[in-house]
C-alpha cells in the first residue's frame, strides 16, 4: 500500500518561495510518477506538474512554466515542489498524488499554503 | 487547449440514481477518470479506465463514456455520497486536465 505524507502548512510572504514535501513509503519510490494537483479556497483541482525520480524528469503545465521547480530524492523517497514569485493567487491546499497511466490512485493528505503580508 | 465541461451542481433523492457528466475533445481518445473529494478531505479515485473501480468502492458507482461524454453514475445515492466530483483526462499536451467539479447534494 502506498501512502503519501506531505509537510506542514505554510505561510509565507508575497514574492517569496515555498517549498512543500511528499515522503512516499510502499511501492517502488523511483518508478513512480508524482504529480502536483492544487486546489485554491472553494475552486477545482488544477495539475501543476510532474516528476519520474527513476528519470529525474519533470514536466509541468504552461501556466506554472518558470515558476515551480519539482524534484525528487530517491534515497529518502521524497518528491518536493518548490513555487516562487508566490502572490495573494498561489494560496492553495497543494497535493501530491501518484499518477499511474491516466489515473491518480493515492493522494497525500495535502498542504496548505498561505501568501499573505 | 482543451477543456472538461462538467455541471456546477447536482442533487439526487437519496436511494435514487444521478448521472454526472463530463465533456471535451479528449474524451474520444482518453478514458476519463473520476474522484470524490469531501469537504477538508483529499480526492479518491472512484472510477477509471472504461468502468473500473479500485478495491473498496462501493459498486453503486460505475462509468461510461460515448463520444466526447463520459458519466459517472451513482445508483441507489447514500448520504455518504454527497460531496464534490472531478472527472480527469488530457490536455492536447497529453497533460493531466481536471474538470471544474460537480457538487452533489443527495436530499
Known amino acids: 500500500q502506498v501512502q503519501l505524507v506531505q509537510s506542514g502548512a505554510e505561510v509565507k510572504k508575497p514574492g517569496s518561495s515555498v517549498k512543500v514535501s511528499c515522503k512516499a513509503s510502499g511501492g517502488t519510490f523511483s518508478s513512480y510518477t508524482i504529480s502536483w494537483v492544487r486546489q485554491a479556497p472553494g475552486q477545482g483541482l488544477e495539475w501543476m506538474g510532474r516528476i519520474i525520480p527513476i528519470l529525474g524528469i519533470a514536466n509541468y503545465a504552461q501556466k506554472f512554466q518558470g515558476r515551480v521547480t519539482i524534484t525528487a530524492d530517491k534515497s529518502t523517497s521524497t518528491a518536493y515542489m518548490e513555487l516562487s514569485s508566490l502572490r495573494s493567487e498561489d494560496t492553495a491546499v497543494y497535493y501530491c498524488a501518484r499518477e499511474f497511466g491516466l489515473l491518480f490512485d493515492y493522494w497525500g493528505q495535502g498542504t496548505l499554503v498561505t501568501v499573505s503580508s | 487547449s482543451s477543456e472538461l465541461t462538467q455541471d456546477p451542481a447536482v442533487s439526487v433523492a437519496l436511494g435514487q440514481t444521478v448521472r454526472i457528466t463530463c465533456q471535451g475533445d479528449?474524451?474520444?481518445?482518453?478514458?476519463a477518470s473520476w474522484y470524490q473529494q469531501k469537504p477538508g478531505q483529499a480526492p479518491v479515485l472512484v472510477i477509471y479506465?472504461?468502468?473500473n473501480r479500485p478495491s473498496g468502492i462501493p459498486d453503486r458507482f460505475s462509468g461510461s463514456s460515448s463520444g466526447n461524454t463520459a458519466s459517472l453514475t451513482i445508483t441507489g445515492a447514500q448520504a455518504e455520497d454527497e460531496a464534490d466530483y472531478y472527472c480527469n483526462s488530457r490536455d492536447s499536451s497529453g497533460n493531466p486536465l481536471f474538470g471544474g467539479g460537480t457538487k452533489l447534494t443527495v436530499l
Open positions: 479506465g472504461k468502468n
Open positions: 479528449s474524451l474520444r481518445s482518453y478514458y
